[in-house]
């Protein structure tokens, strides 16, 4: 299984970024999908998660209705809209594939496929 992330970059407080996960190996659309980030000298903090054939979806408490994570079955790939980024919300963010037990969707133990990783930064 590989998980591909893309579609990181520089972007003004206040824009969007839409990034796209895309998996070979494994169906997103029957695993438990995940995006978690890292800031520079912090612990990895669960971002969004996309679970139940893509029916449930679950966000981080600082996300407060920015965010917006799918599936696009065509392309077998998770995307992650991000809306009104602010400086805090700069990290590195990855993609995570599971198996969909219809819980633990923020716990990065019940993630098994990571990818690489794509930085944002949000700029003033």
């Known amino acids: 299984v590989q998980l591909q992330a893309s579609g990181g970059g520089l972007v003004q407080a206040g824009g969007f970024l839409r990034l796209s996960c895309a998996a070979s190996?494994?169906?997103?659309?029957?695993?438990?999908m995940g995006w978690f980030r890292q800031a520079p000298g912090k612990e990895r903090e669960f971002v969004a998660a996309i679970f139940r054939n893509g029916v449930a979806t679950r966000y981080g408490d600082f996300v407060k209705g920015r965010f917006i994570i799918s599936i696009d079955n065509a392309e077998n790939s998770v995307t992650l809209q991000m809306g009104s980024l602010n400086f805090g919300d700069t990290a590195v963010y990855c993609c995570?594939?599971?198996?969909?037990?219809?819980?633990?969707?923020?716990?990065?133990?019940?993630?098994?496929?990571w990818g690489q990783g794509t930085l944002v930064t949000v700029s003033s």
């Open positions: 190996g494994r169906n997103v659309s029957r695993s438990l």
């Open positions: 995570a594939a599971g198996p969909d037990y219809g819980f633990g969707y923020n716990l990065m133990r019940y993630y098994r496929y």
